[in-house]
């Protein structure tokens, strides 16, 4: 989504791939939910290793059906250019409103009530989502030309999905693991320790996730020239600081 709508010069076509990323990116999402709400109790028995943690998989499945809302928010504000709505953002949803959370409701011990708020807090997305999607409907965005700017993310990303399946898997892999092999309480250390890691792959991300629009603004521009001086720079860097490292 970001990618198309950084290259897309025209509002009406960046407004047709919000509206396509909304039916990729939610439609799955809302999928999971209601599968898993269907199977809860096999679920819970297969990643907590107990059916006593159903009223702890509910709301992580909401979490996860509303972290799709942020996820194609950020998406746009990135490919709009708008970094600094982008950030506004994912500090209030995933920074500083998940943490408040934690702390007002970590000595209770009620852990699916801070999931449950934290995908409340991910779900207020939604709202500026439904702005958007009226502003579409306003530029008089087409079913066909949603259908068009579907097609393209689909061949787009679909490429892609192995890769992030993969990634997604080697970091789940062990939590999943982990109560198998000891308590749920052992498996929240080793996830913990995991989010060191994170923190550390963040640093990195949080470039790429600025350099993508700009990259695929200078290619719409066909400065190619330009693009591939600033990516051999970015290679030298990555290479040279990595070698210190």
């Known amino acids: 989504v970001t990618r198309y709508i950084a290259i897309t010069r025209e509002a009406r076509s960046q407004y047709a791939y919000l509206v396509a990323g909304i039916l990729l990116g939610v439609l799955p999402s809302f999928a999971i939910l209601l599968v898993g ?13 107990s059916e006593l943690y159903t009223r702890l998989l509910v709301p992580t499945l909401i979490l996860i059906f509303c972290y799709s ?16 709505r982008a950030n506004v953002w994912q500090l209030g949803v995933i920074g500083i409103g998940p943490a408040i959370i934690a702390w007002v409701y970590a000595r209770s011990g009620q852990i699916d009530t801070i999931i449950l708020l934290m995908a409340l807090l991910l779900g207020s997305s939604f709202l500026p989502l439904i702005f958007h999607t009226v502003r579409a409907i306003k530029e008089g965005v087409t079913a066909g030309e949603i259908r068009e700017s579907a097609d393209d993310l689909f061949r787009y990303g679909l490429p892609r999905v192995p890769g992030g399946v ?14 198998y092999f000891g308590s749920l309480k052992d498996a929240g250390y080793f996830v913990a320790g995991q989010s060191i890691l994170r ?5 990195t991300e949080s470039f790429g996730r600025v350099a993508l629009a700009k990259a695929a603004t200078i290619f719409a521009d066909e400065q190619n020239e330009f693009l591939g001086e600033g990516t051999t720079d970015i290679i030298a860097f990555v290479v040279h600081l990595g070698i210190y490292a």
């Open 69 to 84: 809302f942020f996820v194609l928010l950020y998406a746009f504000y990135r490919g709009m250019g708008k970094m600094g």
């Open 199 to 203: 923190v550390v792959e963040g640093v």
């Open 37 to 49: 709400l269907l199977l809860k109790s096999r679920l819970a028995l297969l990643v907590f290793h």
């Open 166 to 179: 993969a990634f997604a898997g080697l970091l789940a892999i062990g939590p999943f693991l982990a109560p």
